[in-house]
């Protein structure tokens, strides 16, 4: 009898500690009220106003807001930016959940991301990751480079400060931090999450990886008990770049006060209401004053109905759009301005047969061939050198495939229109869809073309031999009749310098465009 006894009592134990685990993990399991705090958060869509204001937070330095996030520091070096509540806490315990995203082009970023909760606001360009030293509250420090070479980061650490210590940034805070993980938040397929829980001086850190799109997807990341913080603090997050630079967004910041059960004081919703509906009210007669004035003084400018406030805005999707087209349209610029050099190729390569012809005909005894209106008068050739018929189908031949190589760029610049007609029609059917990158191929048109002008240079150069090594080829290029005659040497020589200077530059143009789209 006393073994069963034993037995169950050590099977109640197990089960107690499990549940107790369970409860300190997930607060919300134990009928601990939560309400959502629409004043301490922010989300898209339309997470910004049109005037770049966020409801409820200021923002400052070189941070960035929009209608879908908040790039709190761009990827550029030396940049550092914050964004904070405009009002304190009002209740004891919370919940923040925070949706962000690190991206660079590097294996390593700089410097990286932190979320404040301080009695007061820091700076907009402060020393500590975009935010101001010495602070009095709790800093979760999202850092993404080495600075104690450790090969330890990118690191999660929350660290505790009365407001009288300095951030250790050449030990990465590792002899002040409260606890930490170590977690890679950079370049994930999916947006990385942070769920920071503050209840009954329990300090939880739950972290969602990026590497699935289930949001619930958290592991563990720190837990601290007895962790005292200040009441009535300021929410805020920041970030920063040093040598190296990422791109830091906040897509959510979602914050829900805990309160014990029974304990909720709920606000005067009724008071709260008719101080709302006064003021829009009054903003409501306001604005329709204003209107009137307006019209009055403009009474040439006013139309009929609502305006449309929208079409004075450009969205993403548009401003994406209308990159794709200047970059289409540049390319297909450059290309119409190749196609007319190789234009003043052909007429070239069409006065030299012209003059071998002639010479032909010359040695042959027969009549020379009228020269054209404004070109070359007849002269023969001087010299025995004899030029064959094959050199002369040769060139014909370079010729035919230039020519055929100038349809396929003019075939490539249809194909560039056909997408972008197809990006616009797409975009017109899913106004809500993101800018597939379906866009112009650079190194496969570039490739195509190098084929085709080394083919005409290849067949060029073996007429050239051909010529050279005629006996009195000298003889005839001295007598040449005028002085737009060219040498084989001296026209294979500029063709090629020409084609490498457009090459060279469509190069340097597309790669010029590609960085500066990022920042869009």
């Known amino acids: 009898m006393l073994p069963t006894f034993c037995k169950f009592l050590a099977l109640f134990c197990i089960f107690a500690k499990h549940t107790h685990a369970t409860t300190n993990l997930s607060p919300g399991a134990v009928g601990v009220h939560r ?93 500590v990751f975009g935010s101001s030293d010495r602070w009095n509250g709790l800093g979760i420090i999202f850092d993404s480079f080495d600075n104690d070479n450790k090969h330890n980061n990118p690191y999660i650490s929350a660290v505790v400060n009365d407001g009288t210590k300095m951030y250790d940034h050449t030990n990465d805070g590792t002899t002040q931090l409260l606890s930490g993980c170590l977690r890679d938040f950079r370049n994930k397929p999916f947006p990385t999450r942070a769920r920071i829980e503050y209840y009954n001086n329990v300090l939880t850190v739950l972290i969602h990886n990026g590497m699935t799109n289930n949001n619930d997807d958290y592991e563990l990341c720190m837990r601290s008990d007895g962790v005292n913080l200040p ?77 449309d406030w929208e079409e004075f805005y450009e969205s993403e999707n548009q401003r994406e759009l209308r990159q794709i087209w200047q970059g289409q349209s540049q390319i297909a610029d450059h290309l119409r301005e190749l196609s007319r050099k190789v234009d003043e190729i052909i007429g070239r390569q069409e006065n030299t047969l012209t003059l071998v012809s002639r010479g032909l005909a010359a040695n042959a005894g027969q009549a020379l061939p009228p020269a054209a209106a404004g070109g070359v008068p007849q002269q023969q050739l001087a010299g025995s050198g004899v030029v064959s018929r094959s050199d002369v189908d040769l060139l014909l031949t370079n010729q035919n495939v230039l020519l055929s190589s100038i349809r396929e760029i003019r075939q490539l610049v249809g194909d560039i229109n056909v997408r972008t007609d197809n990006i616009q029609t797409n975009q017109k059917h899913a106004p809500t869809a993101q800018i597939q990158s379906t866009g112009y191929d650079v190194q496969t048109l570039i490739a195509e073309m190098r084929d085709g002008m080394n083919q005409v240079k290849q067949g060029i150069s073996h007429v050239g031999q051909k010529l050279q090594s005629a006996p009195q080829a000298g003889a005839q290029t001295g007598n040449c009749p005028t002085g737009s005659c060219v040498g084989v040497t001296l026209f294979l020589s500029v063709t090629v310098v020409q084609l490498l200077l457009v090459f060279i530059y469509n190069i340097f143009k597309n790669r010029s465009e590609a960085q500066a789209k990022k920042f869009y």
Do not use: M
């Open 231 to 307: 009441k009535n603090g300021y929410f805020g997050i920041s970030a920063a770049t040093g040598g190296l630079a990422d791109d830091h967004d906040v897509f959510h910041f979602l914050t829900t006060s805990l309160h014990a059960a029974g304990q909720v004081q709920e606000p005067q919703k009724v008071d709260n209401q008719e101080k709302l509906t006064a003021e829009y009210n009054e903003y409501q007669d306001k604005l329709e004053k204003q209107k009137l004035e307006y019209k009055k003084e403009h009474p040439n400018e006013h139309k009929d109905g609502e305006e």
């Open 35 to 127: 309400r959502f705090e629409y004043k301490y958060s922010f989300k898209p869509p339309y997470l910004a106003q049109k005037d770049g204001t966020v409801p409820f937070w200021e923002y400052g330095g070189n941070a960035i807001a929009s209608s879908e996030s908040v790039r709190v520091a761009p990827s550029l070096r030396s940049q550092k930016g914050a964004i904070w509540t405009k009002t304190q806490t009002n209740f004891d315990w919370w919940d923040v959940e925070i949706v962000f995203r690190v991206t660079g082009r590097g294996r390593i970023g700089a410097d990286g991301l932190a979320f404040w909760y301080t009695t007061e606001k820091g700076d907009y360009n402060g020393p």
